[in-house]
């Protein structure tokens, strides 16, 4: 439990302090203040905070009651986005919420939603998951209701996150491997089909097979980000030092933070954060292995696949190895809802871990 505290803690620090450094520039020139997103992010990590200490002193058992009521509210909220006039729209996406000065995006909490579901729905059925049926009703039609909302915003990187967050929790629960190949193979070609039919991923996509083929146009973003990394060297040029966040390197406090945080902080920086993310990562799957039950087991593998699904995600498209998605990197980039979801979750990694210790000491 103190791998995941001090690797996840470490995180929401290093986030905080290179999102004032990469949002200085752009927040001066557009709001006339350099700490404007730097202190929005801290005060979202004062409520992730809370957030974090409420789920940790849960019992992680109470997520398989409040799952549907979580998923109800979260499949509503995403719906509310599409109603023009309620959601806001920003980069051509509806996907926030306003709520006064509060921006909240839905699709955070239904990731949430649908770990605890499929976790729960999973955890009573897991005996008999050889028979298909048993397997895809109800978990299919409800992950499709809430990807398919995701999709409309539209928002393919979450959608991705989601599925394969899912995708973890059948593993984990013991689906039969068919199942798994035929469903990951269904779901890859249309989301390739996707990909092809809409003009802006495909796009992407090319950019991302070759981004020099137009460095002004759709391969900017990931030069420039390759650019920064390369411009760190072993050290990086200094905290607060970054060329490319001056309007070079595009969603700099982002997306592409990780960028930044080469440049700045050189190879050294960039293994650290690395580091990080593989202590997270482990730890929690230390806790899974170690959880007192199959709810347990399988609500910290789904967490556990999301964190570093995304983390392998946000990185890939910044090193240019994965084609850029819109998905930002977990606990670091900029962004209140992703940041109070993530601690939120940490809380109920640490609740579980806290009733598997309890179950050995009592054994």
């Known amino acids: 439990m103190a791998a995941l505290l001090v690797s996840s803690g470490a995180l929401v620090v290093l986030g905080l302090v290179m999102v004032l450094s990469a949002s200085s520039v ?42 549907f009521p979580l998923l109800v ?98 593993f984990v629960a013991g689906a039969r491997s068919k199942h798994l190949i035929v469903g990951g193979a269904g779901l890859g070609a249309f989301g390739f089909a996707l990909m092809y039919i809409e003009g802006y991923r495909w796009a992407r996509f090319m950019s991302f097979m070759d981004p020099w083929a137009d460095p002004q146009g759709n391969g900017y973003q990931t030069i420039q980000s ?13 905290l607060g030092a970054s060329r490319q966040k001056w309007d070079y390197v595009p969603n700099a406090h982002t997306d592409f933070i990780f960028a930044i945080i080469g440049e700045e902080l050189g190879l050294a920086g960039a293994l650290l954060v690395l580091a990080l993310f593989g202590m997270l990562i482990y730890a929690a799957v230390r806790i899974a292995v170690r959880a007192p039950d199959v709810f347990g ?30 998905v930002p990197l977990p606990f670091v980039s900029y962004g209140g809802s992703a940041l109070v979801a993530a601690m939120a979750a940490v809380g109920m990694l640490v609740s579980v871990a806290r009733a598997g210790r309890l179950r050995r000491r009592t054994r």
């Open 26 to 67: 752009g927040a001066y020139q557009d709001y006339g203040s350099s700490f404007l997103f730097f202190v929005r992010q801290l005060l979202y990590a004062v409520v992730g905070l809370g957030a974090f200490l409420v789920t940790a002193r849960m019992r992680h058992t109470a997520w398989q009651r409040l799952c």
């Open 73 to 170: 509210v979260a499949v509503v909220l995403l719906a509310l986005v599409l109603v023009p006039g309620i959601g806001t729209v920003a980069g051509g996406s509806a996907r926030w919420l306003r709520f006064g000065p509060v921006t909240v995006q839905p699709s955070e909490m239904a990731k949430l939603a649908a770990i605890t579901f499929g976790a729960t729905l999973l955890a009573r059925r897991w005996r008999r998951l050889g028979d298909l049926r048993q397997l895809v009703l109800p978990l299919g039609p409800v992950m499709a209701l809430v990807c398919g909302l995701i999709l409309l915003q539209p928002d393919m990187g979450t959608t991705v996150i989601v599925v394969s967050s899912v995708l973890v929790l059948l």
């Open 226 to 238: 390759l650019i920064a990394l390369t411009s760190g060297g072993w050290f990086g040029v200094g």
């Open 297 to 326: 087991r399988l609500l910290a593998a789904g967490i556990t696949g999301w964190f570093g699904i995304q983390a392998v995600t946000n990185l890939g498209a910044v090193t240019g190895l994965l084609p850029i998605t819109g």
